[in-house]
């Protein structure tokens, strides 16, 4: 049953036949829906607060579930008779717009297609044009990122940026704004000058940052350059591969761990997490924070072999999209999906300093739903 966002059109005739109701419209078009469904989508005032659009009719409430016993249609209004006593009132338009609701999803996400790169949008265009700043944030949801150019270079710009796209940061014990330059005092290889591999950071949370900024303000070093790997590419290429690996790394779960003289962060769970349809998700990966696997797990040989090929297919020259990043550039990555690392270089030769913070995914698509007005 397909859905639309508008019925210019009227009902005809409705008709029950057991636990499917099938209505006509005039222009010709059929629609089948389910009567239960019908029931618990009743526009009216007794089953939904009209001034939120929430449910107020409850099938935890109803001891039990309502028939539906007669069908009429008048002046293109269908009338649906219940068992309990309530009747429904319904028109094509009220039908469009229940469609359209349980029909919306945020943009499907496309994994990287060979010689892929990211957007490069212009800080000023985001911030003054909001149709750069809806184009902003469907390449996020899409293909997991955009390199914002032009940025300034003050401290603490990545937070205004948020604050001015009315994205809340996710604050996390460790640092509010994360300043990230050579350091002998570092917490974490971030603050040295060893190439990091690529991934995901706060691996180690049970519900890890979905989004990330990654703001450069100086860049003097040779070397250090920048590092994007698209995990959906990677986890469909193994599992084109190694069908059996891809299903070992979404069933074993193992522990992540980060931590520092005032805060730590744990957690255990597959590296590989999918959607409720089977199709790959997310990847959580890295290298650095992930603690060891038990050697009673009865699939300790395997899970490493598949670990192997993951880690292969990460590293691969043709999965990683590596570039220089200026003084301005601001990566916003939707950190569940995208790894992100970088290349070594000689601390002491010069500065190299970036700061980053984090917010959520749902955040952002609910700003890009008030933008294009679907969220009404």
């Given at each position: 049953m397909a859905a639309t966002n508008s019925i210019i059109d009227s009902i005809a005739t409705a008709s029950a036949n057991g636990s499917n109701l099938r209505v006509t419209l005039h222009s010709g078009r059929v629609l089948d829906l389910p009567?239960?469904?019908?029931?618990d989508n009743c526009r009216c005032s007794e089953c939904r607060i009209t001034s939120t659009g929430e449910h107020r009719y409850f099938f935890g409430n109803v001891p039990e579930l309502a028939a539906l016993q007669s069908v009429d249609v008048d002046d293109a209004t269908m009338t649906l008779s219940w068992s309990d006593g309530h009747r429904s009132y319904w028109s094509a338009n009220d039908i469009a717009e229940v469609l359209a609701t349980a029909s919306r999803d945020?943009?499907?996400?496309?994994?990287?297609?060979?010689?892929f790169e990211p957007a490069r949008l212009s800080w000023q265009s985001i911030i003054e044009d909001p149709s750069a700043r809806i184009e902003c944030f469907n390449e996020f949801m899409?293909?997991?990122?955009?390199?914002?150019?032009?940025?300034?270079?003050q401290t603490g710009?990545?937070?205004?940026?948020?604050?001015t796209l009315g994205i809340p940061i996710r604050e996390t014990p460790f640092d509010r704004l994360h300043d990230v330059f050579f350091r002998s005092d570092g917490y974490n290889v971030a603050h040295s000058d060893e190439p990091l591999p690529p991934h995901n950071d706060f691996a180690s949370y049970q519900s890890p940052p979905s989004g990330q900024l990654l703001h450069f303000l100086v860049n003097e070093v040779s070397g250090g350059d920048s590092i994007l790997v698209d995990a959906l590419r990677v986890i469909d290429e193994?599992?084109?591969?190694?069908?059996?690996?891809?299903d070992l790394l979404a069933a074993v779960p193992i522990a992540f761990r980060e931590h520092s003289d005032t805060a730590e962060s744990w957690a255990r769970a597959p590296l590989l997490r999918r959607n409720p349809?089977?199709?790959?998700?997310s990847l959580r990966f890295s290298n650095q924070l992930m603690q060891p696997l038990h050697p009673d797990e009865p699939h300790v040989d395997e899970w490493y072999r598949a670990y192997h090929k993951l880690a292969l297919l990460v590293m691969s020259a043709h999965n990683q999209l590596r570039f220089r990043s200026e003084p301005g550039?601001?990566?916003?990555?939707?950190?569940?999906?995208?790894?992100?690392g970088r290349t070594g270089f000689d601390g002491s030769a010069g500065a190299r300093h970036l700061q980053d913070t984090y917010f959520e995914y749902d955040d952002l698509a609910a700003q890009a739903a008030i933008l294009t007005g679907q969220a009404r």
């Open positions: 009567t239960l469904w019908c029931r945020h943009p499907a996400p496309q994994a990287w297609k060979p010689m899409v293909h997991g990122a955009v390199i914002v150019t032009g940025t300034p270079t710009e990545c937070l205004r940026f948020l604050d193994l599992h084109a591969s190694d069908p059996d690996a891809a349809d089977g199709s790959n998700a550039d601001m990566q916003i990555v939707h950190a569940h999906r995208m790894l992100h």
